[in-house]
């Protein structure tokens, strides 16, 4: 019994050092890919949905594979920084990192397949939803990074805040707007990242 409580002890310090700690597996270049992706993604839009709240299937069709690919760039990065750390703590601190983001990313899922299905008129309001709901989950995130990335968080709700009240304008849904919201903001995120871990650490 005492061998039991003393695992489930350290078990417990471990998970709040993890919780503690800054968790440093966001690779800033791969954060930097997932913005350009968004810039690429709105070029893409203007040439194949000049009218995409006409055609908001193909237009989710779009950013999904854009969401997809900016997910597979991050988990990369996580991925090629966690092979450098072998620790269990190391390990913990990303899967604590996970649990933060990932019901934001379900419900922003979730939201997305409600309003397709049963408000597509309110399809324009999408980008400043998503955007809102990122902040929510950088928001989340942040009492496992540095504290400047509260900025990252700050930037998604305003954003998402100014795409909602303006996005029905003459043209609802366009390119624009996910790239202010996510090409913006994962681009700053990037910038805080190499300015409070890469340049912390310096060159391993």
């Not at 760039?73 to 090629?80: D, E, F, L, T, Y």
Request: glycine share 12%.
């Amino acid at each position: 019994m005492n061998h039991e409580r003393a695992v489930r002890e350290i078990t417990e310090i471990r998970e709040r050092m993890a919780r503690s700690q800054d968790f440093r597996g966001f690779a800033p270049l791969a954060v930097a890919a997932t913005g350009l992706l968004a810039f690429g993604g709105g070029a893409v839009q203007r040439s194949l949905l000049p009218s995409p709240a006409q055609d908001l299937g193909r237009y989710l069709a779009l950013w999904t594979l854009v969401a997809a690919l900016g997910f597979t760039a991050a988990a990369w990065g996580i991925w090629s920084r966690s092979r450098r750390n072998h620790s269990q703590l190391g390990r913990q601190k990303t899967i604590h990192a996970v649990e933060q983001v990932l019901p934001s990313l379900v419900v922003g899922g979730l939201l997305t397949l409600f309003v397709y299905r049963g408000a597509p008129e309110a399809g324009w309001m999408l980008p400043g939803l998503w955007s809102l709901v990122f902040g929510l989950g950088a928001f989340a995130a942040r009492p496992l990074l540095s504290p400047a990335s509260v900025w990252v968080g700050v930037y998604y709700v305003a954003a998402g805040t100014l795409c909602l009240s303006r996005g029905q304008g003459l043209q609802p849904l366009a390119a624009w707007q996910m790239e202010l919201c996510f090409g913006g903001g994962q681009l700053l995120g990037a910038a805080i990242l190499y300015r409070t871990v890469e340049r912390a650490d310096g060159p391993e």
